[in-house]
């Protein structure tokens, strides 16, 4: 597609449920990111995906989080019993992968635990 | 969406005058710099970037400088208009770290003043 598309664009849960949230990266990026970014913080990294390779899960903040990425492409971030503070703005990005270079970020997801 | 960076540090300006956005990172290995623009319900944009092996690069507006002696990174926007309103953020990667994923800061918005 022409840039980085997530869904949804807003999610508003119960504390306790589960979500998911997806992201589909520009065609011919092989890798994809996800970050969390909190009200009046940056952008906290939560995990990083590359081709084939194992992916990179040192920023997810608890076991709850949990993400995949299914034939190189598209990347669902998986939140288990949500809690209040995991309210935030969730971003995908994805790239090239040629060395280190810029990232095309999508527009988030809000989501909001109540 | 929701607006971001709510208790972030405010640069005020007026229109046509010359910003400058400041960055410090911590570092010293960090051979990859970037700067992105966030408006409020969208992702970040990217605006410029530089490698460590460069001191100043110029794009439309926009110049970035780097300073790696003492650690700073900073964006200059000549000529701000109404539309350069936003959160600015820096980012790095470091060859050290082994992790592709850029390291944002907290951010800096910025108010053009009509």
């Known amino acids: 597609g022409a840039g980085v598309s997530q869904s949804p664009s807003n999610k508003v849960t119960e504390k306790g449920k589960d979500v998911e949230l997806r992201c589909d990266p520009i065609?011919?990026?092989?890798?994809l990111y996800w970050y969390r970014q909190s009200l009046g913080q940056g952008l906290e990294f939560l995990i990083y995906?590359?081709?084939?390779?194992?992916?990179?899960k040192s920023g997810l903040p608890s076991d709850r989080f949990s993400a995949e990425r299914t034939g190189g492409s598209v990347s669902t971030l998986t939140i288990q019993r949500t809690q209040q503070e995991d309210s935030a703005v969730y971003l995908c990005?994805?790239?090239?992968?040629?060395?280190?270079?810029?990232?095309?970020f999508g527009s988030g997801t809000q989501l909001s635990v109540l | 969406g929701e607006s971001v960076g709510l208790h972030l540090p405010t640069l005020s300006v007026q229109e046509g005058d010359n910003s400058i956005i400041n960055c410090a990172y911590s570092?010293?290995?960090?051979?990859?710099f970037i700067w992105y623009k966030q408006e409020s319900g969208k992702g970040p944009q990217f605006i410029i970037d530089?490698?460590?092996?460069?001191d100043k690069r110029q794009g439309q507006r926009v110049t970035v400088l780097l300073n790696k002696t003492v650690k700073h990174l900073s964006l200059q926007i000549a000529a701000t208009q109404p539309g350069d309103s936003a959160v600015y953020f820096c980012?790095?990667?470091?060859?050290?770290?082994?992790?592709?994923?850029?390291?944002f800061g907290s951010g800096t918005r910025l108010q053009v003043q009509p």
């Open positions: 530089i490698r460590s092996n460069m």
């Open positions: 980012a790095e990667n470091s060859r050290d770290t082994g992790r592709r994923a850029l390291t």
């Open positions: 570092n010293s290995a960090s051979d990859y």
């Open positions: 995906f590359q081709g084939n390779s194992a992916p990179d």
């Open positions: 065609s011919g990026h092989t890798a």
């Open positions: 990005a994805s790239s090239l992968a040629r060395g280190y270079e810029k990232l095309f």
